[in-house]
T-cell receptor, first 112, second 115 residues
Framework: GENVEQHPSTLSVQEGDSAVIKCTYS??????FPWYKQELGKRPQLIID?????GEKKDQRIAVTLNKTAKHFSLHITETQPEDSAVYFC???????????FGAGTRLTVKP | DSGVTQTPKHLITATGQRVTLRCSPR?????VYWYQQSLDQGLQFLIQ???????AKGNILERFSAQQFPDLHSELNLSSLELGDSALYFC??????????????FGPGTRLLVL
């Protein structure tokens, strides 16, 4: 079935460095790609999303890029801060029902 | 606060029992989604309802069922519970639920512990 692969599973960076998380998807009909941040014991919260008609989107220190041909998309966080430490999930819409498949998550640790 | 509410916040029960988790979507949202998140795991999509009807099904066990009521709140029923069902159960909602990809807003979750 359709799935979303996410790498790496853990990522540790020094404060101020950049962090990149990559995802690949298998359904060529996927057209919506959100990224969620989940702090320990809390709900996943949308931080940025991108649609298939756009190649890149930026919001302050966060950016997402999409390569539809290669079926992969990436999250870029610049000038990381300790409060960026969390688990990040990518997701891709499946089919026409807004059914969403999530990646397995990346645990990001930003060391002060 | 996403506007999605879930009750109860915590639930402790025994193997073999049945529980019901409740979710109220954001005002105006017609779709509700249920997810299971086991310890240190990702989000497993269980099922989606749109305006009272089942729209999509994921890896939902036969022991689990859900429904969406006319007031759009949804309930997830888990029966014959096993130790492995212990997890965080999230509900999410979106405006409609079809076609173009919509943001899903998550509730705070219900933490289920089966002893």
């Amino acid at each position: 079935g359709e799935n979303v692969e996410q790498h790496p599973s853990t990522l540790s960076v020094q404060e101020g460095d950049s962090a990149v998380i990559k995802c690949t998807y298998s359904d060529s009909a996927s057209n919506y790609f959100p990224w969620y941040k989940q702090e320990l014991g809390k709900r996943p919260q949308l931080i940025i999303d991108i649609r298939s008609n756009v190649g890149e989107k930026k919001d302050q220190r966060i950016a997402v890029t999409l390569n539809k041909t290669a079926k992969h998309f990436s999250l870029h966080i610049t000038e990381t801060q300790p409060e960026d430490s969390a688990v990040y999930f990518c997701a891709a819409s499946i089919g026409g029902n807004n059914d969403m498949r999530f990646g397995a998550g990346t645990r990001l640790t930003v060391k002060p | 606060d996403s506007g999605v509410t879930q009750t109860p916040k915590h639930l402790i029960t025994a193997t073999g029992q049945r529980v019901t988790l409740r979710c109220s979507p954001r005002s105006g949202d017609l779709s509700v989604y249920w997810y299971q998140q086991s310890l240190d795991q990702g989000l497993q999509f269980l099922i989606q309802y749109y305006n009272g009807e089942e729209r999509a099904k994921g890896n939902i066990l036969e022991r689990f069922s859900a429904q969406q009521f006319p007031d759009l709140h949804s309930e997830l029923n888990l029966s014959s519970l096993e130790l492995g069902d212990s997890a965080l159960y999230f509900c999410a909602s979106s405006v409609a639920g079809g076609g173009t990809g919509e943001t899903q807003y998550f509730g705070p979750g219900t933490r289920l512990l089966v002893l």
